[in-house]
């Protein structure tokens, strides 16, 4: 969550920053300053009650040494008065925190002054380019097509097994499927230094909450309700191993001179996709159950927005090392993730529709989800704790590599060339035509 007091202390360039994604947002941080201005009242409200009801209670001894009971009884009586005062407006004051923490929960992240300003998707400005998308002399097969073609690829399957949005691999398909995702594991810790963690797949509550995606993206997730002595609150699976991994530093006070810490897994990633009804029907762009590499970093403030185009960078090498051509783009504020001050997307090229897509997002951002993780950094032993900086990409989406890689190196037999990179994961150079 954004930072109370520069909320408070800068409302207006707060208020400007956060229309910059939004005008409504506007509405909202007023809505928050006025909840909290609430709270704020009654809470003082009701430490100035409590401090005249510890005033008056001295009142009692005194009396009861001067033997003057009648006095004692009378300002034990004004005591419990100023009690039952005092808890009726701490009971308001935590109802009105409440309140104002709800709302604080449902404003997104500032976009960082240097993320271009911007109205939607169409403003984005392309960052740089690499590669040259290949050119065919027969018409390219869309991954579905292709897939089911060469016989790797099932969607009828899936959807009679899970229904819209699952499919199944078969054979070479479910081979590649294991490739991409074992030399994306191997390069980001042998060549980027990360460190490979295996995570949950089914979390708490509070751990979505922490990263952004409770209670905003409510609707988005698969809840499984409680578990064994799991009890008040619900489970879920992970959208996404940001979750879980980002949550390794929660509640926690992290020895600075120990950052970054570079943490990546491979998990399955389950998503309901509410509100993109009709949208990529077709293949494995948008599915219900996914498989992804993500790519975390916690870090020192100053330190954040290098270590996101170094992220920015170790993504891309995945897309360069496979020789698929791909471009950069920076969101503008329109356009950046709810969690995120400042994101680039990375998109690979397909063939079949004559454009790029999307294979990344690597978003840093900023102190808006270690402050509800409570995640803490003490740079030395008299040092005050201070919130760390989180960062995160995919490193990358397999399955929207998979569907790439099979396009992109498609032959005119219906054939495959598997890249090179790919082969000793494969086991094979090319997958055969049925």
């Not at 074992?182 to 230094?193: K, P």
């Not at 808006?368 to 201070?386: C, H, Y």
């Not at 397999?398 to 494969?426: C, H, K, M, T």
Request: with cysteine; net charge neutral.
């Amino acid at each position: 969550m954004n930072d109370p007091r520069l909320l408070r202390g800068d409302a207006d360039a707060a208020r400007a920053r956060l229309s910059s994604r939004n005008a409504r947002y506007g509405a909202e941080l007023d809505a928050w300053l006025s909840k909290d201005q609430e709270h704020r009242a009654l809470l003082k409200e009701a430490e100035d009650l409590r401090a005249k009801q510890n005033a008056l209670s001295k009142e009692i001894g005194k009396a009861k040494a001067a033997k003057d009971e009648a006095a004692a009884q009378k300002v034990m009586a004004e005591v419990s008065a100023l009690k039952a005062a005092y808890q009726e407006k701490a009971d308001a004051s935590a109802k009105a925190e409440g309140a104002a923490k709800a709302v604080l929960l449902g404003l997104p992240n500032m976009p960082h002054e240097s993320a271009p300003k911007g109205a939607s998707e169409a403003d984005n400005p392309e960052v740089r380019k690499t590669g040259t998308p290949p050119s065919f002399d027969f018409k390219p097969l869309d991954h579905q097509a292709l897939g089911e073609k060469l016989g790797i690829l099932d969607m009828d399957l899936g959807s009679k097994l899970s229904g819209s949005r699952f499919s199944v691999l078969k054979g070479a398909g479910a081979r590649l499927e294991r490739a991409i995702g074992q030399f994306m594991l191997d390069l980001h810790t042998r060549e980027h230094g990360y460190t490979e963690m295996w995570v949950p797949y089914i979390v708490r509550d509070q751990i979505l909450e922490g990263t952004g995606q409770l209670p905003k993206f409510k609707e988005d997730l698969y809840e499984t309700g409680q578990l064994g002595e799991e009890k008040g609150g619900g489970l879920y699976l992970i959208p996404t191993a940001e979750v879980p991994l980002t949550n390794v530093a929660r509640e926690s006070i992290l020895d600075a001179a120990k950052l970054p810490m570079k943490l990546t897994a491979l998990t399955p990633c389950f998503r309901q996709e509410a509100g993109s009804y009709g949208k990529d029907v077709r293949g494995l762009i948008r599915q219900h159950q996914f498989d992804k590499v993500e790519l975390v970093w916690i870090v020192r403030p100053e330190d954040s927005m290098k270590a996101l185009e170094e992220l920015t960078g170790h993504a891309e090498n995945v897309l360069k090392k496979l020789g698929l051509a791909h471009r950069v783009i920076e969101l503008c504020t329109a356009d950046i993730g709810f969690g995120a001050c400042k994101t680039y997307d990375i998109e690979v090229w397909f063939p079949s529709e004559n454009r790029y897509r999307e294979a990344s997002s690597c978003s840093n951002c900023w102190d808006f989800q270690a402050r509800r993780m409570n995640a803490r950094l003490r740079r030395g032993p008299k040092d005050a704790p201070e919130f760390v900086h989180t960062l995160n990409g995919s490193g990358l989406a397999v399955g929207r590599i998979f569907a790439a890689v099979i396009e992109n190196f498609q032959r005119a037999d219906g054939s495959v060339v598997v890249p090179e990179a790919l082969r000793a994961y494969f086991g094979a150079d090319s997958i055969a035509a049925a």
